[in-house]
């Protein structure tokens, strides 16, 4: 009996190590907000390429790429048309170090000006379906939401949220749901803009059990749009 009991317990916990191990992934993607094609790596400290994502056309990206890699990166990015990398420096040509965490989600942004930007999505990674926001407009957003219309029935939002930036992942419950966002001079009338379809209507998406989305609204020129991308891989 004793000999019973330990092997189970033994089982049990190689079991249980296996899972925290498998939780303990860290996830990383890349949005290109830049007009040209770009591509993006991350590289180690042993110079180990950890992350690679090329020709990404403008308001796209990658999937999510789980990885037990963790530690330190370098962020090397160019154009898809160009072969010379260039690394992620600041003013005073230091390499930007990019920190891969176990358990989280990474965001790298090539931002409307062609530079980059790394960010750790302070969420423990969720087996639910998830979504998160970014601003590429030209001003901040008062607000944008996922929801079945206008304030109504509201499935996931974000208030104020700035210029070039991306928020956490928020759980979302699976449905069927349109795009909204709001600009300041639209608050007054509490008018707002929407992702429409082929009859002006807003676009109706369907949110997937276990999926993980990203709502990008973005501006180029005078004109205002958005995208749902699904990272899922």
Not at 8 to 24: C, D, H, N, P
Not at 78 to 106: A, F, Q, V
Not at 200 to 228: C, K, N, Q, T
Request: glycine fraction near 6%.
């Amino acid at each position: 009996m004793k000999k019973t009991g330990s092997f189970i317990l033994f089982f049990f916990l190689l079991f249980f190590a296996s899972a925290s191990w498998s939780e303990q992934k860290a996830e990383i993607f890349f949005i290109n907000l830049f007009s040209e094609n770009a591509d993006v790596k991350l590289v180690s400290q042993d110079n180990d390429v950890v992350f690679l994502s090329s020709n990404n056309e403008s308001y796209n990206g990658s999937k999510l790429l789980n990885t037990e890699f963790s530690g330190e990166t370098n962020i090397y990015f160019k154009l898809s048309s160009s072969s010379e990398w260039l690394i992620w420096i600041d003013e005073k040509k230091n390499y930007y170090t990019c920190s891969i965490k176990p358990g989280r989600t990474h965001a790298i942004v090539i931002g409307t000006d062609g530079r980059p930007a790394f960010y750790i999505l302070e969420e423990e990674i969720s087996n639910g379906t998830r979504i998160c926001f970014l601003n590429a407009a030209n001003t901040v957003l008062p607000k944008m939401e996922v929801g079945t219309a206008w304030h109504k029935n509201t499935a996931a939002y974000t208030d104020n949220l700035a210029h070039n930036t991306i928020t956490v992942f928020v759980p979302i419950e699976p449905g069927d749901y349109s795009l909204f966002w709001q600009f300041k001079e639209q608050l007054n009338i509490d008018n707002y803009y929407c992702f429409p379809d082929d009859n002006g209507d807003p676009e109706i998406f369907e949110f997937e059990p276990g999926h993980s989305y990203l709502f990008i609204a973005y501006s180029i020129g005078r004109s205002d749009y958005a995208v749902l991308r699904d990272l899922t891989n």
